[in-house]
């Protein structure tokens, strides 16, 4: 008798909590916490709400390689001097109108702060020529200073600086709990932790799709499990990025489609230069060459068609200026390790080599467990350490504390090779997330500056082909994949820009443009 | 002695535990001889055998990194076991120093000494501990050091309160009325009035020490990979639920069983020792 | 004065000194933090002179007793600084978080004293039959696994393979509901919106119980042992001669008495559970103050680590407190310490 | 007119792990309406466990195996269920124990605990008839101020009183037989002995038959008409008590006897050496002995 009764207050409460939708409602999930200010974004989280809260001057074009208008109209290059013309009648989600003081307040806010992606825009200089025209003269040539714009979110002069106080010039409280854009979605409710809601912005100036979901509800630090159970049962429609691929592969079989974005970065297993025995050439060569590519590449497979990833052929990811074609792949070769090892100053049982992982993404335990079991066959002994994200950018910022191995998911943030690799190799930018090697080498910084400076885009392919050779001659990295992320969706939602080549837009997480989506039902 | 195993032979339950923590306590000493695949508590891989379900090869499934979960169970339960032994080396003696001095020594010694303790006993331990390994580096000598920074409270609070209550007994009284030195009065009057109690103590908190212990490190707190340890084994399963179960749930089991074999037999002595709860 | 509101003084002071010795410890704890706090409140990207700024204003420049200094006048305004990890301040982040957790908790404390007590109380009744040693088997196996087994052993059974519970969160995201009290039980029957009202019952069951199993355990062999030890009480036989019923006797003779020493250990349960609650939010994706505890702990996020474990042991207190009145009310001898006839 | 208590033949053994072992071999006593009588022994000697007998209480353990004959007013106590016992218990007999503090509840009133025993009676009884029956039973055992009494609780105060308090309560529901086991062995002598003739006042007035449990033959002569003398689950010798202490024929009551001056501290009775003389078969009086 009890348990029919409870059998019953069970099936009622289920049927009570399943009425039908007044709206549609997007969900998706990512693992790290989203950074609503947009001067401070930088990974994919806050990429995702700074593209849709906010718009940018330009936006990459979808399914091909180059730049459209978007909030501007068109632009003129004169030397290093860019002058674009805004577009006519946008209004702020607030109802200010926009002008170049906004554009200007913009990078001028980004630059003060200095977080973020701010390095963009080091030595930019803005200018409001008038209401509708913007300047920016840059002290050195920057060939992608373009394709960086899709990095400078536009905000709302007007209604920050009604927020700002003394003590908070720039409004970071503010910025960082309620959106100020122009972008087709606006912020409802942010909760760090726990979800950030977005409603369809009506007055948005491009036409958003009629099938678009009205309301957007990112949630963050869903733990596997809950995201492949909430997607099966229907209750959540996109995944991120770092489910596991057994998860994924489950999730497929189960009918969920995957979505994939590709060709901006790759895994990247970092190696600290200056620490002995890596400060050795020929030791960072020994392990190089033991690392098992073939058993990474497999390791990312999740289904016949769809992989994590792609065989590595060197420094650069391949479809960029200066990468290699996709025949060289990268491959173990463990007479070559043996040999570097014997030119190598260390003993194997002497290099106790950190291998570090960031917590927040399991794959990586995998990969520093196969490292272990590869460099062990060497005679190498070596020690995994977990680090959470937060520790880990901290960790970096001295050598002496940077691991000897630290395993780094890198994207161009502009879609240009520049912005992949001058923040990783160029000697002026050491101790960051994406520089742990802390390599110091002339020839790299050479062939780094040459290409954010060559003119044409011959001069770019050959100093990256260059700097791509050097790259695998001195090896602080070993260059284990290159990434395609791919995500898991229920059959509720279409993403033509993470399921179409011709309408991908070659820029991480821009991708995630809601607009573009489709609710099917 | 004899007596002693007479009656946990004449109670089921405690015999049952005995037999348990007999038995794993022999697997995890002879782990390298036991278990199918020794090589599988370190650096290993074999991604052609990974996340496979049990199977005549593996009776608890392979990991994802293919891994024999069974084997590594075994050297699991070595670090748990040899944690918990650590811990109950230190943690007693120093609570025992600190409840003999509070409790006999009295006046603002004993003041400063229990509100301290209070003052340990005022966090949950849990919490206590977790806040500890949140600052250091997660290494197995520290996890032990968080745990036993949290349980020597308990045994100063028991001790101090057996204490207590001797300092008004008979033959405290007449040792102090000879002259006996107050270090002779505490260690060789008071103490082993308290020894029974602590003892069993002990017992019992072997299962709990590997509760918490598992507890941090299922937070990503305790043992790092590749040392195979029960709380990280199961956290790391649990992202993969519900498909792969036996990566969870074999070492959840593992945990459950290790622990009430210590709680039967803690309970067994308990009666044997006629040490009230 | 009455001897309760005496005794309720005296804990309130002992409790604040407490209090103070327990932000002295965490104070500590957080200040052997290796690496550079404003480093990590910075990211990556920071610069020398932002690194600078924050080093300032969080006064890590200052001597150690100066910057508790800094930290106890904080508290005091009842500011616990900004957290590195949500950039809010962490009072924010406690209040958004926190009721989750007590909500957790007390539904947990609830069905352990429900169900501890009179398993405990059965067991006693029937001492040395089969119903004691089933209760005493029970309740060994309750305490002998971490809570975060029993979350992933319910969870498997009750939401994976027999899917009756959801498996994540409060309420379903459809809900829009005002915050109130923050205990969503209680803003959705303030909205007035039922279903939303059985969802977030629906939502707290499985994760109260996956808390609430080993403190049954406890709960259960506690009420037991001293309701044993009362049933050798003159009193006790004393009932048997006046030939009152065993049920009768168990409920009324002999459980009042055995409940009064089980009470402070069962605060101490309740107190665990605020720890075990770290395993069980995990699991369960449960937005609670312990899993913010957890992300900031893994994040060495220091003012969020200090408020969080501060925030704790109020509550904890408070419960004692709680506790020691109830233990008064219901004991005659705290509550009548003098003699009315001799 | 059949007496209130007759025991004839009662075996008592119980289970424990080496076997049966026999605490009774075969005791018989018989009560008389309105008759005191006391069962004297030594602790061990069985006493206590046949006046558990009597109440039914050991009849509800499993351990203990009972032969032989109980006859509470006419009824076999063997023959009745657990249910029928219990509703003899509080109604129709009574008992008083060694210790009035702890053995009242703790963690109630004396009011309430009063109301619980009436109810027994009367299970309908309201607070006001309750506690104007208790006000009135508490009077006749000379308790100056009733209604505070009723409002205390037991350790609020003195043994004496309580146990004053516990006759009160025993007699309340006019019990046929009283049971009294050790009384105020755990007082003060010169309370005992006030609250014991107080007691006897009392049965004296309400007719109420007593067993009475002792080791001490001192207590029992002030108040007994009838004597058992019990060692090791025997009756070693009977009679009236005037008859026994006259004239002390076993050689056991004679040892008890001598040690009496030595045990009117109320502490652990000094037992009487161990002697094979104590073993020799029942000696009893005849009832105009005396």
């Known amino acids: ?521 | ?277 | 004065m009455s001897p309760v509101l005496r005794l309720l003084l005296r804990r309130l002071g002992i409790s604040f000194v407490v209090l103070i010795g327990v932000s002295m410890l965490i104070f500590a704890i957080a200040r052997i933090i290796p690496g550079d706090p404003a480093r990590i409140a910075l990211g990556p990207n920071a610069t020398a002179e932002q690194v600078e700024r924050i080093r300032a204003e969080m006064h890590l420049d200052e001597p150690i007793p100066v910057q508790y200094g800094f930290f106890l006048r904080d508290l005091a305004r009842g500011d616990l600084g900004t957290s590195l990890y949500t950039n809010r301040p962490v009072t924010t982040d406690i209040a958004q978080f926190l009721p989750a957790t007590l909500e957790l908790v007390f539904l947990a404390g609830l069905i352990m004293v429900a169900v501890g007590l009179p398993l405990g109380i059965l067991a006693a009744r029937y001492r040395g039959r089969w119903p004691d040693h089933l209760v005493r088997v029970l309740s060994l196996l309750t305490v002998s696994a971490p809570s975060f087994v029993w979350a992933v052993i319910l969870m498997l059974i009750f939401a994976y393979y027999l899917p009756f519970f959801p498996i994540a969160g409060r309420i379903k995201d459809i809900y829009e509901i005002e915050r109130v009290t923050g205990f969503m039980t209680i803003d959705t029957a303030l909205a007035g919106n039922w279903p939303a009202f059985w969802n977030a019952w629906h939502h707290l069951v499985l994760p109260a119980v996956a808390l609430s199993l080993s403190g049954i355990g406890q709960a259960a062999r506690l009420t037991r042992a001293n309701m044993v030890e009362t049933y050798e009480k003159p009193y006790i036989e004393m009932a048997q001669a006046y030939g009152f019923f065993p049920s009768r006797i168990a409920r009324t003779y002999a459980f009042k008495p055995s409940i009064i020493p089980s009470l402070t250990i069962i605060g101490l349960d309740f107190a665990a559970m605020l720890g075990n609650a770290f395993l069980v939010e995990a699991v369960f994706a449960w937005p609670g103050l312990s899993r913010y505890g957890v992300a900031v702990i893994l994040r060495k996020d220091l003012n969020a680590i200090m408020g969080t474990v501060l925030i704790i042991a109020l509550t904890f207190l408070i419960v004692n407190i709680i506790v020691d009145l109830l233990i008064a009310f219901l004991n005659p001898r705290i509550r009548h310490s003098t003699r009315a006839a001799s | ?290």
């Not at chain 1, 050795?280 to 990312?300: E, H, P, S």
């Not at chain 1, 040459?450 to 770019?460: I, K, N, P």
């Not at chain 2, 009325?177 to 002779?184: C, K, L």
């Not at chain 4, 009597?54 to 009824?75: H, K, M, N, P, S």
């Open chain 2, 1 to 277: 002695m004899i007596r002693a195993f007479r009656i946990l032979a004449a109670n089921p339950l405690s015999l049952i535990g005995f037999i348990l923590v007999v038995l794993i306590v022999f697997a995890a000493v002879f782990a390298p001889w036991i278990a199918p695949y020794p090589t599988h508590n370190g650096a290993v891989v074999d991604f052609l055998n990974n996340n496979r379900p049990p199977s005549a090869q593996n009776w608890m499934g392979t990991d994802l990194v293919g891994r024999d979960i069974f084997s590594r169970i075994l050297y699991a339960y070595q670090i748990s076991l040899g944690l918990g032994l650590v811990v109950l080396a230190i943690a007693p003696p120093v609570g025992t120093i600190v409840g003999l001095l509070a409790g006999y020594m009295g006046g603002w010694v004993e003041t400063i000494l229990m509100r301290l303790v209070d003052v340990f006993l005022s966090i949950p331990p849990l919490v206590l501990a977790i806040a500890m390994m949140g600052v250091l580096e997660p290494t197995l000598t520290n996890a032990m050091l968080a745990v036993t920074v949290m349980w020597w409270p308990w045994y100063a609070r028991l001790v101090y309160s057996i204490a207590r209550s001797e300092r008004e007994e008979g033959y405290v009284l007449a040792a102090e009325v000879i002259g006996a030195s107050s270090f002779h009065i505490a260690f060789r009057e008071i103490l082993p009035n308290c020894l029974p109690a602590i003892l069993t103590k002990m017992t019992l908190d072997m299962g709990f020490v590997i509760i918490i212990a598992s507890s941090l490190s299922f937070l990503g707190l305790g043992v790092q990979p590749p040392t195979p340890d029960l709380g990280s084994m199961v956290a790391e399963g649990a992202r993969y639920l519900p498909d792969s179960w036996w990566l969870t749930v074999f070492p959840g089991l593992a945990i459950l069983l290790v622990v009430f074999g210590f709680n039967l037999l803690g309970d067994g002595l308990r009666e044997i020792l006629g040490v009230d709860e």
């Open chain 4, 1 to 290: 007119m059949s007496p209130v208590l007759d025991i004839r033949d009662l075996h008592l053994s119980f289970k424990g792990y080496g076997g049966l072992s026999e605490v009774l071999h075969g005791i018989s006593l018989r009560i008389e309406q309105g008759q005191k009588v006391a069962l004297v022994g030594e602790s061990g000697s069985g006493k206590s466990v046949t006046a558990r007998i009597v109440l039914g209480l050991l009849q509800e353990t499993r351990t203990a195996r009972i032969r032989g004959a109980v006859e509470f007013d006419g009824r076999d106590i063997g023959a009745m269920s657990a249910r029928q016992r219990a509703a003899l218990r509080g109604t129709e007999m009574s008992m008083i124990f060694q210790d009035p503090t702890s053995s009242l509840n703790p963690t109630f009133t004396i009011g309430r605990q009063f109301r619980e025993v009436l109810g027994r009676r009367d299970p309908g009884i309201g607070r006001a008839a309750s506690d104007a029956r208790a006000t009135q039973m508490l009077a006749e055992v000379s308790i100056p101020d009733p209604a505070r009494v009723l409002a205390a609780y037991p350790f609020q105060l003195s043994g004496g009183m309580n146990q004053r308090v516990m006759i009160a309560m025993a007699l309340a529901n006019r019990p046929k037989l009283l049971l009294a086991d050790e009384p105020g062995t755990a007082l003060d002598v010169s309370v005992q002995a006030q609250t014991l003739h107080l007691m006897r006042e009392l049965v004296d007035d309400h007719g109420t038959s007593v067993l009475f449990i002792s080791h001490n033959l001192g207590v029992v002569r002030e108040f007994a008409d009838r004597l058992y003398v019990i060692y090791r689950g025997r009756i070693v010798e009977e009679g009236p008590a005037a008859a026994i202490f006259a004239d002390p024929r076993h050689a056991y009551t004679r040892a008890l006897m001598d040690a009496v001056p030595r045990i009117t501290g109320g502490g652990l009775p000094d037992v009487p050496e161990v002697s094979e003389d104590f073993l020799a078969p029942l000696i009893r009086h005849e009832e105009d002995a005396a």
């Open chain 1, 1 to 521: 008798m009890k348990r029919t009764l409870l059998a019953a207050a069970l099936l009622a409460a289920t049927a009570l909590t399943a009425p039908a939708y007044a709206q549609s409602v997007l969900r998706l999930d990512e693992v790290a916490v989203g950074e609503l200010d947009p001067a401070k974004a930088s990974d994919y989280a806050d990429s995702i709400l700074m593209f849709n809260v906010y718009d940018t001057l330009v936006i990459p074009t979808q399914g091909g390689p180059g730049h459209d208008p978007h909030l501007a109209t068109s632009w003129e290059v004169d030397g290093a001097t860019y002058t674009f013309t805004l577009r006519d009648g946008v209004t702020f989600q607030s109802g200010n109108p926009l002008t170049a003081a906004d554009v200007v307040y913009s990078i001028e806010r980004m630059q003060a702060l200095g977080q973020g992606l701010s390095y963009l825009f080091g030595g930019v200089t803005a200018e409001a020529v008038d209401d509708m025209t913007v300047s920016f003269t840059l002290d050195a040539p920057y060939a992608p200073f373009v394709a960086s714009l899709v990095r400078l979110p536009i905000v709302d002069s007007v209604l920050v600086q009604e927020n700002a106080t003394a003590d908070d010039e720039w409004g970071e409280t503010f910025l960082s709990a309620n959106g100020a854009g122009t972008g087709a979605y606006s912020v409802t409710s942010h909760n760090p932790q726990e979800e950030t809601v977005m409603a369809k912005n009506d007055g948005y100036f491009l036409e958003i799709n009629e099938a678009a979901p009205d309301q957007v509800r990112l949630r963050y630090g869903l733990e596997a499990a809950t995201v492949r159970t909430l997607i099966a049962q229907g209750e959540h429609d996109i995944s991120s990025q770092w489910l596991p691929p057994e998860v994924m592969q489950a999730l497929a079989n189960g009918g969920a489609q995957l979505l994939t974005e590709s060709g901006t970065g790759g895994f990247y297993v970092k190696l600290n230069t200056t620490k002995p025995p890596l400060d050795d050439v020929n030791c960072r060569l020994a392990i190089t060459n033991a690392f098992d590519y073939g058993t990474a590449i497999q390791m990312l497979a999740i289904t016949d068609d769809v992989s994590g990833g792609s065989p590595s052929t060197g420094a650069i990811p391949v479809g960029m200026f200066g990468s290699n074609p996709p025949s060289d792949a990268l491959a173990r070769d463990m007479d070559a390790a043996r040999a570097y090892l014997a030119e190598c100053g260390t003993a194997p049982g002497d290099f106790n080599l950190e291998i570090s992982w960031i917590a927040e993404v399991p794959l990586e335990e995998r990969l520093a467990l196969l490292m272990q079991a590869n460099f062990a066959e060497l005679g190498i002994s070596s020690s995994i350490e977990t680090l959470p994200w937060a520790l880990f950018t901290e960790r970096v910022a001295s050598p002496e504390n940077t691991p000897h191995i630290s395993q780094i998911f890198v994207n161009a943030v502009t879609g240009d090779p520049d912005t992949l690799l001058y923040g990783m190799y160029h000697s002026s930018t050491p101790g960051t997330w994406q520089s742990p090697e802390y390599l110091n080498d002339p020839e790299v910084d050479a062939a780094l500056d040459a290409g954010r400076q060559a003119a044409t885009d011959e001069a770019r392919e050959a100093a990256y082909s260059a700097l791509n050779d050097r790259l695998m001659e001195i090896a602080p990295t070993i260059y284990g994949f290159d990434r395609q992320s791919v995500f898991a969706a229920s059959d509720r939602v279409s993403v033509p820009a993470l399921s179409d080549p011709a309408m991908a837009f070659g820029l991480d997480g821009m991708g995630f443009s809601f607009r573009l989506m489709e609710m099917t039902e």
